[in-house]
């Protein structure tokens, strides 16, 4: 147990440890219950496959146990069964993949979801490809040294700091699934040249291989060391911070969906004034209507690293 000051208490438990976890949350007493677990720390899918199923499951039995009347938990926008348009919150899951793998990822998020909604109250986060500080994809992320994508492959991003706005204001939100993403997915052959630029990473070209699948990726494909042509450009000096460059627009609380508008470009590097970067990028006019912000798992090509939720082409499994 520890404190941030301000009346936070931070304590460290493991969340596969039934008893202690219960004790816990017993002991905090919270109101609300905000669930973002995730193990990726070492690529291991299979891991944050389980956390999401037994995780969730110690977690919530622990909440509902001390108490809690409302629990928010994260969950992904790339799950939906393909398609040709932009996936709502009414799409189904793709729990009946072709593949085995993306199948084992869309069963464990639906098991995530599914027990989420046991809560007396609950909102389910389904965010887009997080980027922006400490993600894969920002400077010095992990696909700032990979090969990335290029094709039609689309994907619904989500800047980090957007992701945790969207958290809190998801305390007051009704029951039920929202997409939290950028508001306006792009295909790789738009946004991965962008994001080498933004990072100082070797450009994609139109000859990376792209394989080809008829419901989606298993997982994100391995990334593998971009060809070393020299020591990569120095990017743009930067104070990389969770402030947005760009501004946020929210839809309205009307809206199942919610859509933010920002300069993807910038947020990839986060560099300070560099609104504009790439105008090919900003999102564009404000979603209305349910889940206009969500591209889902498809037919297509499948290489579009952690891709969020896509349609047409195929969204990762994170």
Same mark, same amino acid.
């Given at each position: 147990?520890?404190?941030? @000051?301000?009346?936070v ?5 493991? %969340? ?5 976890? @219960? ?21 291991d ?21 001390a ?13 939906y069964?393909?398609?040709? =348009?932009p ?7 793709? %729990?009946? =993949?072709?593949?085995? @793998?993306?199948?084992? $990822?869309?069963?464990?998020?639906? $098991? ?5 909604a ?14 922006g500080p400490?993600?894969?994809? +920002? ?20 800047? %980090?700091a ?16 929202? !997409?939290?993403?950028?508001d ?14 933004? %990072? ?5 070209? *139109?000859?990376? *291989?792209?394989?080809?699948? $008829? ?16 020591? *990569? ?5 930067? !104070? ?13 609380p ?5 859509g ?12 300070v ?14 979603r +209305? ?23 047409? @082409? ?5």
């Amino acid at each position: 147990m520890g404190s941030w @000051g301000g009346g936070v208490t931070v304590c460290v438990g493991d %969340v596969y440890d039934r008893q202690r976890l @219960g004790e816990l949350v017993g002991a905090a007493r919270p109101e609300v219950v905000v669930h973002q677990l995730t193990d990726l720390g070492a690529r291991d899918f299979a891991a944050n496959s389980r956390i999401r199923r037994e995780g969730t499951r110690n977690l919530v039995d622990a909440a509902l146990a001390a108490g809690v009347r409302r629990v928010v938990s994260q969950s992904i926008a790339w799950a939906y069964e393909p398609g040709l =348009a932009p996936a709502d919150e009414g799409t189904p899951l793709d %729990v009946h =993949a072709a593949d085995e @793998g993306r199948r084992t $990822t869309v069963e464990a998020v639906a $098991t995530l979801e599914a027990i989420t909604a046991e809560a007396p109250e609950w909102v389910v986060l389904r965010y887009g490809m997080l980027y922006g500080p400490g993600t894969w994809y +920002t400077t010095g992320g992990l696909m700032a040294s990979s090969q990335l994508p290029y094709g039609p492959d689309v994907t619904s991003f989500l800047h %980090v700091a957007d992701a945790a706005e969207a958290a809190v204001a998801a305390l007051t939100w009704p029951s039920g699934p929202v !997409n939290i993403v950028d508001d306006e997915p792009l295909p790789a052959s738009t946004w991965a040249p962008a994001f080498a630029r933004a %990072v100082g990473a070797p450009p994609p070209t *139109p000859s990376t *291989p792209t394989p080809t699948r $008829t419901r989606g990726p298993a997982a994100p494909p391995t990334p593998t060391p971009a060809p070393s042509a020299g020591p *990569p450009p120095t990017p743009p000096s930067s !104070n990389p911070s969770l402030n947005p460059p760009s501004r946020v627009e929210r839809l309205p609380p009307s809206s199942p969906s919610r859509g933010f508008r920002r300069d993807l470009a910038a947020g990839f590097h986060d560099p300070v004034g560099a609104k504009g970067s790439d105008p090919a990028l900003r999102g564009g006019g404000e979603r +209305t209507g349910p889940g206009r912000g969500a591209a889902r798992g498809g037919a297509g090509a499948g290489a579009s690293s952690r891709t969020g939720g896509q349609r047409p @082409g195929a969204g990762a499994g994170a």
